[in-house]
């Protein structure tokens, strides 16, 4: 499984309005890469058979239908 976060954090101290006042910027970014990670394939009920009870093979059988993982996700904040 593939999966790389990242964060950029900036410290600014502004000192017009006291000598102890700090504004942080950051970003943060969330599988960054965007790598889909696909679960198991498996049916709509949950199984992964690959025939149907008569023995013909499963239609929708292999199909890769999910992730294990979110897509990529990117919040900004000020503190």
């Known amino acids: ?4 976060d990242f964060s950029v ?3 600014n101290t502004i000192r017009k ?5 700090n504004v942080q ?3 943060e970014l969330f599988n ?3 790598h889909a ?7 709509g009920d949950g199984y992964t058979n690959m025939l149907n009870g008569d023995g ?3 239609g929708s059988a292999g199909l890769l239908t999910q992730t ?12």
């Open 32 to 34: 960054i890469l965007n």
């Open 17 to 21: 309005i006291s000598e102890s006042f």
């Open 68 to 79: 294990t993982t979110d897509p990529r996700e990117i919040q900004f904040a000020i503190n």
């Open 37 to 43: 990670n696909f679960n198991v394939p498996s049916l």
């Open 25 to 27: 910027f950051r970003a």
């Open 1 to 4: 499984m593939t999966n790389l």
């Open 9 to 11: 954090v900036k410290n």
């Open 56 to 58: 013909t093979v499963n």
